[in-house]
């Protein structure tokens, strides 16, 4: 069997949840196995996972597991893989999935692969990519053992409604206390998180400074991105810690990244050439940015951005 | 406190990437090495900050054949008291986090930093390993770390903010950009630097479980389409009709 761990934000499901089962199902296709979902803590409706392809969801509830520490949750995976005898893992390559793929690779003595952006080839053994050298290569990795674990990256497959509602089984699992505690969650409210985000409309210092920033944002709302930066806007505390997109910020891929008077530095694009589509904004012509976009405005930002977003507008007008 | 600090070889951001002819791994020819920046501007300097204030050592450990032994004088240049080098060009994340906490269990260390990621592989799995190995709390992605005593309170990046958590030591900690800012080592630390000890030792046995098939370069992106900043109506055109991006 193969086991998706859905992530959840206070019994939200993340898009990357819906996203790891309709990977889970295609792998249970092409491997004649079946896949179920595993929640942990309370999500009201995870019988929901089914729609996506799992023929059954586990969850196992307790208070212990309102709050992330990786060392519980592992424990709580581990013992459910266990129980469900399953032998491949899906986790979400988020903050949480990630810590909690080392982990359970070294519990389980199992092999690991982080990142994965594709479906796995399984005609004989099992084997997948992912990028590495921040993009500038890809890697197959053949995965020996019983046992297997992948994180996924956001948005590389789209979630599929395959079916309906799947029954809800609980699991008995012991979980062991917590040596973290947890003592605030700062989050900021009401809008895409950048990782999982399928439009980003992103600046940077050609923007001169934080008071300019009311086109990006109006620009961001007209099609409902979510916003991000270049490194020195952040470092200049223009726009916050968060919004940081680059080697030594978070990495994305949505399907459209605007980037708006942004050199295109290569530890800027380290963060950021996964994106599908590339729109490039920048007065510029030489700036390095265009050659790795896939459409090119040179221009003023200050006159080009609020024109795009009048266009934009014109077009959602017309097409409801 | 005795502080361990992971840290690893990587290909510098800035490298050309090729591949060896058979497609089996990374044509080393050319390729400028570094230490891993997480690893060297925000888990070593953090590292040297607690001792610095509060008394104790840091203690650097590389998994690695001898020609990584640059990047680990670099660390003692840095400011480390002395290195250990587990002899074994590393394989996997799993291989070399065994190692790591091999020599890690003996060592009663109170914390033990890595950076959040390397910038080669960006797994980002070596840290939720070790901590794994050693039965151990792992708090990741750190951007503030502060000590009470044997307390630390830590601020870590998640998706869209912050969380703040506390932990008692021992524990393992990744660290993110704002952990510390990075340190230019003096004429006097590479002078001391080629006096501190790096212990070479044998590592254990250990099969690897993700073996690399083969590498391979992404396709080119095709020449960029420049549209007239004029005419942002027939951008939008473009990314609805053309690269169905809206
Ligand atoms: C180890 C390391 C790690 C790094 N990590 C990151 C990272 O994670 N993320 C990151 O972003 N950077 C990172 N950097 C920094 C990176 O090298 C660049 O310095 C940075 O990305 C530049 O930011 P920028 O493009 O906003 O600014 P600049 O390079 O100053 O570019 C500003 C651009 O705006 C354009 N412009 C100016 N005015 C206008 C106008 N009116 N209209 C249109 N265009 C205009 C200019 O032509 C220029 O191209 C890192 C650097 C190092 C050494």
Redesign the interface.
């Known amino acids: 069997m193969i086991l998706i761990f859905a992530e959840h934000q206070k019994g939200q499901f993340k898009k990357a949840a819906f996203e790891a089962v309709t990977y889970g199902y295609k792998v249970a296709q092409a491997t004649g196995s079946s896949c179920a979902a595993l929640v942990l803590g309370s999500a009201s409706d995870a019988g929901t996972l089914g729609k996506y392809g799992a023929s059954k969801v586990f969850q196992v509830e307790d208070a212990a597991l309102e709050n ?4 519980v949750y ?1 424990a709580v995976i581990a013992a459910a893989m266990q129980q469900t005898g399953a032998k491949l893992l899906v986790l979400p390559h ?3 999935g ?10 389980l ?7 994965v952006n594709a479906l796995p080839v399984v005609d004989n053994g099992f ?1 997948v990519k992912r ?15 019983d046992i297997k674990i992948i994180s996924l990256t956001g948005n590389a497959l789209q979630p599929q409604v395959t079916g309906q509602d799947a029954p809800v089984e609980a699991l008995s699992v012991t979980v062991p206390a917590s ?10 409210e009401g ?1 895409v ?4 985000a399928e ?1 980003v409309v992103s600046a940077g210092r050609g923007m001169k400074g934080p008071e300019n920033w009311g086109i990006i944002e109006e620009l961001a709302n007209v ?1 409902g991105a979510t916003t991000a930066c270049s490194r020195p806007v952040a470092d200049a505390d223009w726009r916050p ?2 919004e ?1 997109v680059g ?3 978070i ?1 994305i891929r949505p ?2 990244y605007i980037a708006i008077g942004i050199s295109g530095a ?2 800027h694009l ?1 963060g950021v050439n996964s994106s ?2 590339i ?2 904004i920048n007065k510029d012509k030489e700036a390095p940015f ?11 930002l200050f ?2 951005v609020p ?2 977003t ?3 507008r ?2 959602k007008g017309g097409n409801g | 406190m005795k502080l361990l600090v992971c840290i690893s070889k990587t290909p510098d951001t800035t490298t050309k990437i090729a591949l060896t002819g058979d497609k089996s791994a990374l044509d080393a020819n050319g390729v400028q090495y570094i230490m891993n920046p997480y690893d060297e501007w925000y888990a070593l300097v953090r590292a040297l900050e607690i001792t610095e204030k509060s008394g104790g050592t840091v203690t650097l450990i590389n998994v690695g054949k001898a020609d990584n032994d640059a990047i680990i004088r670099k660390g003692l240049a840095i400011g480390a008291n002395d290195a250990v080098r587990v002899d074994i060009e590393p394989q996997s994340s799993l291989s070399v986090a065994k190692q790591i906490a091999e020599h890690a269990k003996t060592g009663n260390y109170d914390i033990i930093f890595l950076g959040k990621e390397t910038i080669d592989y960006n797994g980002s799995e070596v840290g939720a390993m070790v901590a794994e190995y050693l039965d151990l709390p792992f708090i990741s992605y750190a951007s503030k770390l502060e000590l009470d005593g044997n307390t630390a309170t830590i601020s870590r990046d998640i998706e869209g903010g912050v969380e703040v958590v506390e932990v008692a030591t021992p524990f393992v900690i990744s660290a993110a950009k704002g952990l510390a800012e990075q340190r230019i080592p003096n004429m006097r630390g590479i002078m001391t630097s080629k006096t501190k000890p790096i212990a070479v030792v044998s590592p254990v046995a250990f099969d690897d479980l993700a073996v690399t098939v083969s590498y391979e370069l992404p396709k080119e992106k095709s020449a960029v389409k420049m549209v007239d900043p004029n005419d942002m109506d027939e951008l939008v055109r473009l990314l609805h009709e053309e690269a169905k991006a809206i």
């Open positions: 992330f520490d990786s060392q592992a988020s903050s949480t990630k810590s909690l793929l080392g982990r359970l690779a070294a519990r003595n199992a092999a690991s692969v982080a990142g084997r990028p590495v050298f921040s993009g500038k290569a890809i890697a197959e990795y053949e995965l020996k053992s040596r973290v505690k947890v003592k605030s969650v700062e989050r900021a809008i998180p950048l990782p999982e439009l099609i810690h968060h940081h080697q030594t910020g990495a399907n459209l290569i530890q380290a599908k589509t729109v490039v265009f050659k790795a976009a896939d459409y090119g405005v040179e221009g003023d006159e080009v024109r795009l009048e266009a934009f014109k077009f």
